[in-house]
C-alpha cells in the first residue's frame, strides 16, 4: 500500500513498504526542469544535476561514488523538461546510508569552480556527443518547431554560451526557486518500515520552506516544418501532433492509440514501413505529456532516396487510423500489452519508486492497479476513433535531419 506523508515543513513522502525484496530505491524528486528556465538559464537544471555528485563539504566527487560503489549500490539522476530526479537504489541494511548521502549531495555541495569548469567541460562534450547522433537531434529539433521559443521548446542540456554563464551564485540563486521543501517529493520503495520515514523527516527537517516559483505559461503549438543539413547515412524523420496533458481524462485512449499506431513490434508503422515494404530499421511513435499539453511523437529513419516513400506510407498509415480507428483486436491486445507492462514493473522497486514519485509530483494523487486496470478497459473503440481523428485531423510539426536538409515538396505538401 502506497502511503502519503507530508512533513511539517511541507516535504511530501511517498512510502511504498515491500517486505519480499531485499532492496530500497529512494529518490528526490524537484519539480523543475529545462521548462522553467530562462533561454539566459537553460541547462542550468541539468548542470546543477551534474555538481551535485561533484562534492559536498564532507564528501568529493570520488568519495560520493566510493559511497555507493562500496556497498554494491547504484545513484544517477535525470533531468527532464519539468522535473529533476536523484536516486539511488541499494540493499535494505544500507538504506539510511544512501539517503545520508543524497541528503549530503542535496544540501551541501560546494558548487567549487575548479570542479565547475571542469565538468563544464564533460557536459560540452556531452552536447557534442548529441549533436553526433543525428536521430537525437531530430527530436529536440521537433521540440522547436513545436514550441518555438516558449521553454518547452529549449534543449534539456543548454546551449555552450548558457552553459559558460553558470556560475555557482547562479546555481545557489535557481536552487533557491525551486528547490524547496514544497516543491519536492522523496518517493521510497523497498524493503523498509516506517521508521525510516521518520529517518527521512529527521533529515530533511531544515528544508527551505520558501514558496517554489511555478508559474507557467502555456504554450501555442507551432507546427513549423524545420530541416537540418548534417552528414548522415540516412535522412531522419519526426512528425509532432500536438497531444493532452499528463492528467487529462484521455490519457489511456491516447496511450492505447500509440501502442497500436507506433509504440510496438506489432504496430502499424513497424508492421507497414520496416516488415512489410523494409524501408527503415527504426519507426515508432510515443506521446510526452506535460502540465498543460503533450506531444504526440512519430520518428523514422530511412536511405534518403527512400524518403517520399517512407513518409507516403506515415501519412498513410496515420490517415487509415484517422478515418477507421481501430480494430477490436488491436485494441484488445494493445490493452494487455498495457496491463502486462504495468504488472511487470511492479516486480521492480526502482519502477515503483519512480511511478510513486512522479505521481506525487506531477499529479498529486495515486490510483492503485485495480484502478488502473478499470480505467484501461473502459476504453472503447469509439472513445479511441473520436481522440484519433481529433488529433490527426489537425495540422502537425516536422524536422529532418539529412545530408541536405531539405523538405521535399511532398513534404510540405
Avoid at 181 to 191: E, K, P, Y
Avoid at 228 to 234: A, F, H, P
Wanted: glycine fraction near 8%; charge should be negative.
Amino acid at each position: 500500500m502506497i502511503k502519503r506523508i507530508v512533513s511539517d515543513n511541507g516535504l511530501r513522502i511517498v512510502f511504498e513498504p515491500n517486505n519480499t525484496v531485499r532492496s530500497v530505491s529512494i529518490g528526490i524528486w524537484i519539480g523543475t526542469g529545462s521548462r522553467f528556465e530562462t533561454k539566459k538559464q537553460n541547462g542550468v537544471s541539468h548542470f546543477l544535476e551534474h555538481m551535485f555528485f561533484k562534492g559536498t563539504k564532507s564528501r568529493n566527487a570520488q568519495q560520493i561514488a566510493e559511497s555507493f560503489d562500496s556497498i554494491g549500490g547504484q545513484v544517477n539522476a535525470f533531468t527532464s523538461k519539468e522535473y529533476t530526479c536523484y536516486y539511488a537504489k541499494v540493499l535494505d541494511d544500507h538504506a539510511e546510508h544512501a539517503l545520508e548521502v543524497l541528503a549530503d549531495m542535496y544540501f551541501n555541495s560546494t558548487f567549487d569552480s575548479k570542479e565547475m569548469a571542469k565538468e563544464k567541460g564533460v557536459v560540452l562534450e556531452e552536447i557534442k556527443m548529441y549533436e553526433d547522433t543525428p536521430d537525437d537531434i531530430v527530436h529536440d529539433l521537433l521540440s522547436q518547431a513545436g514550441y518555438g521559443e516558449h521553454p518547452l521548446g529549449f534543449p534539456i542540456l543548454g546551449t555552450e554560451d548558457s552553459l559558460d554563464s553558470f556560475s555557482a551564485d547562479s546555481l545557489i540563486e535557481y536552487m533557491d526557486q525551486f528547490y524547496n521543501a514544497d516543491n519536492v517529493v522523496i518517493s521510497v520503495c523497498g524493503n523498509v518500515d516506517e521508521s525510516f520515514v521518520e529517518f527521512i523527516q529527521e533529515t530533511f527537517r531544515n528544508m527551505r520552506q520558501f514558496d517554489s516559483d511555478k508559474s507557467l505559461e502555456r504554450p501555442r503549438f507551432k507546427y513549423e516544418k524545420m530541416g537540418r543539413k548534417k552528414e548522415t547515412e540516412q535522412a531522419h524523420l519526426c512528425l509532432g501532433y500536438e497531444g493532452i496533458a499528463i492528467g487529462h481524462e484521455d490519457v489511456y485512449n491516447l496511450v492505447l492509440l500509440n501502442n497500436v499506431l507506433g509504440g510496438s513490434m506489432s504496430s502499424r508503422l513497424f508492421q507497414e514501413i520496416r516488415e512489410n515494404r523494409g524501408l527503415a530499421y527504426s519507426v515508432f511513435s510515443y506521446h510526452s505529456g506535460f502540465h498543460d499539453t503533450g506531444l504526440l511523437t512519430i520518428y523514422a529513419g530511412t536511405a534518403v532516396k527512400h524518403l517520399e516513400e517512407m513518409y507516403g506510407c506515415l501519412m498513410s498509415v496515420i490517415d487509415s487510423v484517422k478515418e477507421k480507428g481501430l480494430t477490436e483486436k488491436e485494441l484488445k491486445n494493445a490493452k494487455e500489452q498495457l496491463k502486462g507492462s504495468l504488472m511487470l514493473g511492479l516486480e521492480s522497486t526502482n519502477s515503483r519508486m519512480s511511478r510513486n514519485g512522479k505521481n506525487e509530483l506531477l499529479l498529486g494523487r495515486h490510483r492503485n492497479l485495480d484502478e488502473i486496470v478499470t480505467e484501461i478497459e473502459r476504453v472503447s473503440l469509439a472513445d479511441v476513433k473520436k481522440l484519433s481523428y481529433d488529433l490527426f485531423s489537425q495540422d502537425f510539426a516536422m524536422t529532418l535531419v539529412s545530408p541536405d536538409g531539405k523538405l521535399p515538396s511532398s513534404l510540405r505538401s
